[in-house]
């Protein structure tokens, strides 16, 4: 019930728990059992009633002091993974392909723990095996093995499972550009024993360790297929396979195809021709003669970025335009860099020939330096930049400027070229060939944000299921920034907050979840998620 009392601010409305007697002559009465306090809000009094109900159904309250708090688990982010994964079919679909026939262990169960640590807090499966032990919000009894073994089921669903979610991404408006970007990088492996880590160019800087090389195609921001290729496969030689999945397996009739000047060959654009898909495609800068007869030409007009046409072709019935682009301020900071390298490598080329010619007449510590280690030193000088200049190494250490290279590189700087089968106005083409960066950025968030490396399994379908785990990840994280305009990583951060707590007084023990903030419920509001408040806590929490 509620009460009413005039304070000198107005009249203030009170809530109370009262129960109705008989006193010893048999009269009706009531008595107060709690007072529960002024109601300020609607909130204070949809919390009271729910108390009020709780007392109703036998609920015991007990004493303050005789409340423990037991132990608090991380729920919030945990429950949000865990509804995306329903609320888009990710489960449905791994669940319905993952060949569990024979499993000792609920194989989508623990499939979906290690995805919810891949994308809360990324780690080996020893640690997630400790994790789901000690820390998941969830009542779930595995063994470590369970673990490797989850991988194992989930590889053998890989292509189904990607087409499935290719469909239902589309169902639910997640891809409303259907433009293919692809791009690849690479990733170490520890150890020797996989079949396809092998040593390659590396985009991790590590040389020195076996690799593999992923592959990825996204749409709208989204990853909607993925390849995992030998560690020395050279970019391109993938593309065609590529191509023949988006026809086959995803059933893509119309797309326009982007990728970076890598994949640029004369069969690769055949290989888009003949399966009718228009694509932009960059175009080396060097050692190709129309490319550098191309990007010598200005490109007209004021705008700071800008395009133009500048040649067009006929082969078998499809017209390839060439279209020359230029970022002003990317020239700008090049020729700038340009200048810096010739000063600075020319230093440090006079003071290698200083060392030099002191070593050979025997002023120098140690044994002369031989021609060879000169060479050494050279390359360590002058890296990416040795096209720049003419060396020689005989009785001592001449160099020269290369004039041609330098005026080229001066003529090219802050210019690239693309070539296109699409109608696209030479500016939008442009455009839409730099967001190829969103899968870099995607594979900057894999290595980085999800921890694809370092790779400790040795079993090829288990590297393939590790990286396939990691891509899952990406996926939930790209529609948490979709849906919410923030980085996942800041979603999931405020999320965190949400702790579900484990309470025991001296009759009984109880969960409760700590109390939402305004921001968490506006990113459940944003992702279409009901909170976790709005919703009975299920016994299979821990």
Known sequence: MTTKAKTKDGVRE????????????????????QNLGPIRSEEDRERFEQIVEEYEKGENFVRLNDVTLESCREFGATYLVERLVDEYGIGELVGSKVMDNGAEFNVWKVLKAMLVKQVLEPSSERETFEWIEEDYARDLEVDQHHLYRALDYLISGKEGIERDLFERLGEESLLEDMTAFYDLTSSYVEGTACERALYGYSR????????????????????????????????????????????????????????????????????????????????????????????????????????CEIHREEVDDMTRRYILCLDEETRKNRLETLDEVREEESKELQELKKRFEKSRSGEGRGRPMTKNGATTQIKKILGKNKRLFNVNIEETIEWELDEKAWNYEQAIAGKFLLVTTTDLKPNKAMEKYKELGTVERAFDKIKNSLDIRPIYHYKPDRVKAHIFLCILGLLIHK???????????????????????KLKTPETSRKKLTQLNPQQKEIFEKLTITPPKELKIQENLW
């Open 204 to 307: 991790d800087h590590r040389s020195d360790r076996p690799q593999v090389v992923l592959a990825l195609v996204m749409m709208d921001g989204m990853p909607v297929m993925h390849e995992v290729l030998p560690g020395n496969t050279l970019d391109k030689t993938t593309l065609e396979g590529l191509v023949e999945d988006l026809e086959n397996r995803l059933q893509v009739e119309e797309t326009v195809f982007v990728a970076d000047r890598g994949l640029m060959t004369e069969d690769n654009m055949k290989t888009c021709e003949k399966a009718k898909y228009p694509y932009i495609l960059g175009i080396p800068r060097r050692k190709n003669e129309k490319a550098e007869e191309l990007l010598r030409k200005k490109v007209p007009g004021k705008d700071s970025q800008r395009a």
């Open 14 to 33: 009170y809530a109370k728990i009262v129960e109705s007697y008989r006193d010893e002559e048999g009269k009706v009465r009531k008595r107060v059992i």
């Open 479 to 501: 529609i948490i920034e979709k849906l919410t305009d923030q980085t996942a990583e800041k979603t999931l951060k405020q999320l965190k907050r949400i702790h579900l707590t």
